[in-house]
């Protein structure tokens, strides 16, 4: 039952029901402020430079920018987001808790992202990735990102490097992101 109410209250305060995803239980929907300390503690255990708690209580104010939540059975267990630059959407993070990984929900909520960026009548998207992090390059290149540059230094604790992915081809018809719905992440 309340699952129920959590969707009502979802259609009455975001204007549009939450996405019903692949893995079986999966929701995406439009963060919130009641989601910030569940993300804010994915963020801690996902990055040697975790954004400030501060930072998501902003972006989630800003129209310019689009956050979202990945929930499942109750419990958000991934979350991501981009902001619009010009013409073409920055997407800033894809996050999904070490006890969820490789269950296809950052599978989802990138295919989710880019249908928003799509909404948003955006036909490019770029983002960076840590250079060592080869899984999160495969994901993105099986979504039809490809290498641009090399970002040098860009984490601060560290140093090291991020690739620069860029997608220029949105809006084509022709690109289909279902086949990677199945996709292992």
């Known amino acids: 039952m309340g699952s129920i109410f959590r969707h009502l209250r979802n259609v009455l305060n975001q204007g549009e029901p939450p996405a019903e995803l692949e893995p079986e239980g ?3 929907r439009t963060m919130t402020p009641r989601d910030l300390n569940a993300v804010n503690a994915i963020e801690s255990v996902s990055f040697g430079s975790p954004w400030r708690p501060t930072s998501y209580a902003r972006a989630i104010r800003e129209t310019r920018q689009q956050f979202f939540t990945a929930e499942r059975h109750g419990y958000i267990v991934g979350y ?3 902001w619009v630059e ?3 959407a920055h997407i800033a993070k894809v996050a999904v808790h070490p006890d969820y990984r490789r269950q296809g ?3 989802a909520m990138l295919k989710y992202l880019l249908d928003q960026i799509r909404r948003f009548g ?3 998207a770029y983002l960076e990735v840590r250079r060592s992090n080869a899984g999160a390059q495969e994901l993105y290149r099986r979504f039809g990102f490809v290498f641009e540059r090399i970002q040098p230094h860009a984490y601060p604790n560290d140093g090291e490097d991020a690739f620069v992915l860029v997608r220029n ?3 084509i018809p022709a690109k289909d ?4 719905s ?3 992440d």
């Open 86 to 88: 010009h013409d073409m």
């Open 122 to 124: 955006l036909g490019r």
């Open 182 to 184: 199945g996709a292992q």
């Open 105 to 107: 929900i950052a599978t």
């Open 177 to 180: 992101d279902s086949r990677n």
């Open 80 to 82: 991501a987001g981009f």
């Open 26 to 28: 999966l929701t995406i």
């Open 169 to 171: 081809d949105l809006l």
